[in-house]
Nanobody, 121 residues
Framework: QVQLVESGGGLVQPGGSLRLSCAAS????????MGWYRQAPGKQRELVARITSGGSTNYADSVKGRFDVSIDNAKNTVSLQMNSLKPEDTAVHYC???????????????WGQGTQVTVSS
């Protein structure tokens, strides 16, 4: 059984930085990609950043140049370095992993429980 555990959320002032981390546990046969999504109150969940096991990345336009996503394939972890944070970055941030667990076929999509990021003075 695969579980994603996130850490690193919190309260920060505008212009500040936070680093989110997420670790996937369980017996994983293949890891394809990991990433971060976020959901603000009253809004749909949206992609923030995604990175493949090969290192290809894509970012939401709103975070380009401010956020940096990285992956450690050996540890099945993904991190999101968030700089120059703005109040509009306030949301629950969710870790996502695209992987094949042991004993299954095909790619499954797994989610963490979410971590709150609040940007406010």
């Amino acid at each position: 059984q695969v579980q994603l555990v996130e850490s690193g959320g919190g309260l920060v002032q505008p212009g500040g930085s936070l680093r989110l981390s997420c670790a996937a546990s369980g017996t994983i046969v293949s890891l394809y990609a990991m990433g971060w999504y976020r959901q603000a109150p009253g809004k749909q969940r949206e992609l923030v950043a995604r990175i493949t096991s090969g290192g290809s990345t894509n970012y939401a336009d709103s975070v380009k140049g401010r956020f940096d996503v990285s992956i450690d394939n050996a540890k099945n972890t993904v991190s999101l370095q968030m700089n120059s944070l703005k109040p509009e970055d306030t949301a629950v941030h969710y870790c996502n992993a695209e992987l094949t667990p042991y004993g299954t076929v095909g790619v499954g999509y797994y989610w963490g429980q979410g971590t709150q990021v609040t940007v406010s003075s």
